[in-house]
Nanobody, 130 residues
Framework: QVRLVESGGESVQAGGSLRLSCTIS????????MGWFRQAPGKEREEFAIAMIGNDGTDYADSAKDRFTVPRDIAKNAVYLQMNRLNAGDTGVYSCAADSRRTGSDGTSCSRRDFMYSYWGQGTQVTVSS
């Protein structure tokens, strides 16, 4: 059974930093594609991950590039979302997701699309105040 648990969400001031954690059981982070997704207040969850990591590397939404990173700790079987220079637009519920499926012409790439992820955590709330 695969289980993902997020933590670390809280209220922060604009310009601040926050580190979210996602601990996983039932699937190894070095064998899976791991994505972080955001649901802004009053909106549906975004279809594309804010950040993604797999063995083929990382990928980020334009809004996250140069501000967010997605490190992983294989020994702890955990993935993190390091968020810097936060702004009000980053407010939302952040969920981590996992799947071992791959995409691409050679079937080795991870995807940022939500439908490529089968396992989801419950989410953690991030609120950025200006």
């Amino acid at each position: 059974q695969v289980r993902l648990v997020e933590s670390g969400g809280e209220s922060v001031q604009a310009g601040g930093s926050l580190r979210l954690s996602c601990t996983i059981s039932g699937i190894r982070v070095d064998n899976a594609c791991m994505g972080w997704f955001r649901q802004a207040p009053g909106k549906e969850r975004e279809e594309f991950a804010i950040a993604m990591i797999g063995n083929d590397g990382t990928d980020y939404a334009d809004s996250a590039k140069d501000r967010f990173t997605v490190p992983r700790d294989i020994a702890k079987n955990a993935v993190y979302l390091q968020m810097n220079r936060l702004n009000a637009g980053d407010t939302g519920v952040y969920s981590c997701a996992a799947d071992s499926r791959r995409t691409g012409s050679d079937g080795t790439s991870c995807s940022r699309r939500d439908f490529m992820y089968s396992y989801w955590g419950q989410g953690t709330q991030v609120t950025v105040s200006s």
